[in-house]
């Protein structure tokens, strides 16, 4: 709540798909159980980038449930196969040549987080989504998956490796005293680490740049989550992180739109803070708006004033 940091630049991406994003984060819409349904009949998100780079199997070994603070963060893995679709239309189209940069050892330096966002029923109310502890799950998890300790920086040579992040327990009484996302940095630490994953030299990456963060609407597909609280929970988080996101909506006119890009213009052309924005988002969730989960985005235009940048 006291967060005084302000936001990175945010970018939506009309072509091209999180796993082509080179140079990134990538984020892996992922189920609690790594992979899903990848080696059975899935063809969600997660099982497509599993299925092309079938090195993020590995992954289902080292970790069987995430629990809710914890994220898997997988590098290296490369991509073998072309798909397109999604669910009921994907597709194989073909074998691939991975144009991702490599590293010095010729490893890939592809860096994917996998995160689980929560999963609301059919029949679920809105506030269900929009309660504070649902939305605080949300943001620590984002967070876990972007922090910059663990996961390399740009030009940062690394071998394959996983790692699997969860914050040490705080006391739920005082988190929201010692504000939003402090408690998760006291204590994130890697807690699985296989393939000789090597050490990150702080004293060379400190000087280098953070790579953005390649996401979408995580969690809005069959886990039912609302988009624009998906993309200000995400960009609340990779800010936090020093991190630029880059949004592939994948042409979803809920957030691909003007009054979402507007929006987005005033929280950075004001300087708005983390803190700013997380009152707002608990403001709202306690307002009769917060009955409607698609009121969210007209609820911070006002509240922020977005009308008033051109």
């Known amino acids: 709540e006291r967060c005084l940091h302000g936001f990175e630049p945010i970018s939506f991406v009309d072509n091209g798909s999180i796993d082509e994003a080179h140079g990134q984060l990538q984020v892996d819409f992922s189920s609690k159980f790594v992979g899903g349904f990848v080696l059975q009949a899935g063809a969600g998100q997660q099982e497509a980038r599993f299925a092309a780079c079938p090195e993020l199997l590995a992954a289902t070994i080292v970790c069987e449930s995430l629990q809710p603070p914890e994220v898997i963060v997988t590098q290296g893995a490369e991509r073998f196969s072309q798909h397109s679709g999604y669910r009921s239309t994907l597709q194989c189209l073909g074998t691939y040549r991975d144009p991702a940069p ?3 050892d010729g490893s890939l330096t592809t860096t994917v987080v996998s995160m689980d966002a929560l999963e609301f029923t059919p029949h679920a109310d809105a ?21 910059s300790e663990f996961v390399p920086r740009r030009a940062v040579s690394r071998r394959n490796s996983f790692e699997l992040r ?15 996302l402090e408690p998760l940095l006291k204590g994130l630490a890697v807690a699985v680490r296989v393939h ?16 953005p963060v390649a996401t979408g609407n995580w969690g809005c597909g069959v886990c039912r989550g609302d988009p624009h609280m998906k993309l200000v929970i995400q960009w609340m988080a990779a ?47 306690e307002s009769p708006e917060a009955s409607n989960a698609c009121a969210l985005g007209h609820f911070l235009s006002r509240h922020f004033g977005a009308s008033d940048v051109p």
């Open 102 to 104: 490599r590293s010095d």
């Open 239 to 285: 800010s936090y992180c020093n991190r630029p996101m880059n949004y592939y909506a994948f042409g979803d006119t809920r957030v691909c739109n003007g009054d979402v890009q507007r929006l987005c213009q005033t929280i950075l052309a004001r300087r708005t803070s983390i803190g700013d924005v997380w009152r707002a988002l608990l403001a709202f969730c």
């Open 196 to 211: 000789d994953a090597q050490p990150i030299d702080d004293a060379a990456a400190n000087d280098a740049p953070l790579e």
């Open 166 to 180: 969860s914050p040490a327990p705080s006391d739920p009484a005082k988190t929201r005293d010692d504000g939003v």
């Open 127 to 147: 506030p269900s989504q929009l309660s504070e502890a649902a939305v605080r799950r949300e943001l620590l998890k984002a967070t876990a998956g972007f922090f």
